[in-house]
């Protein structure tokens, strides 16, 4: 997951409680979960590396759909902790004219990844078991666009002592752009985190 540092100073500081998952937890401000729902976005996204997977078709032709199966563990950016990531990606390339879709349907299951607020806070997550992730694009050499949902619930645990079983309801939007010396890319992101409704766009890699 990202160590996010370019949170908006203006999103207010009001407090909500845990959702239904539990009755217990500690309270998240607004800008506390708007950075674990942008750590979310940016961090379990399972990429588009599986384009080259999509077979050969005839001149002209579509290529036939392929579905890669995901099953795999990879560190945190460089905060330490690891998110694990199973189920597929189906993908329908056209070869010709490298324009084509991806489908998405797969868990992400976080271990001890670590997210700092603008605050200066560090909440490390953990799943509680994972978040399901689900979602469709259009991709193309120089585009993609689509959107995920995050569906699920997993544990925080804060540097300042607080701790919460978090349910995630949250669809990212996103929008990449690809060029010859790098990509950009944004994630609009709408939902709830802890019961705490988030609605702020952001910039994501792809």
Not at 91 to 98: A, G, L
Request: proline share 3%; with cysteine; charged share 15%.
């Amino acid at each position: 997951m990202r160590s996010l540092s370019g949170l908006a100073a203006a999103l207010a500081l009001g407090l909500a409680a845990c959702g239904d998952f539990t009755s217990s937890g500690d309270p998240l401000s607004e800008s506390e979960a708007a950075a674990l729902a942008e750590a979310l976005a940016e961090g379990g996204f399972a990429g588009f590396g599986a384009q080259g997977a999509a077979p050969m078709g005839a001149p002209g032709e579509a290529a036939a759909r392929v579905t890669v199966t995901l099953n795999d563990t990879a560190p945190c950016d460089d905060a330490g902790g690891t998110v694990a990531v199973a189920g597929s990606m189906t993908v329908d390339i056209n070869q010709t004219t490298n324009v084509g879709t991806f489908e998405f349907n797969y868990t992400i299951a976080p271990h001890g990844c670590q997210v700092t607020t603008e605050g200066g806070k560090v909440f490390t997550l953990d799943g509680d078991p994972n978040l399901t992730v689900t979602g469709n694009f259009d991709w193309s050499e120089t585009s993609a666009d689509g959107s995920l949902t995050y569906d699920g619930k997993f544990k925080w645990e804060a540097s300042d002592g607080r701790a919460c079983a978090c349910g995630v309801n949250l669809t990212a939007t996103y929008d990449f752009n690809f060029g010859t010396t790098g990509s950009s890319g944004s994630a609009t992101l709408n939902g709830t985190v802890c019961g705490v409704t988030v609605n702020r766009t952001v910039s994501v890699e792809a």
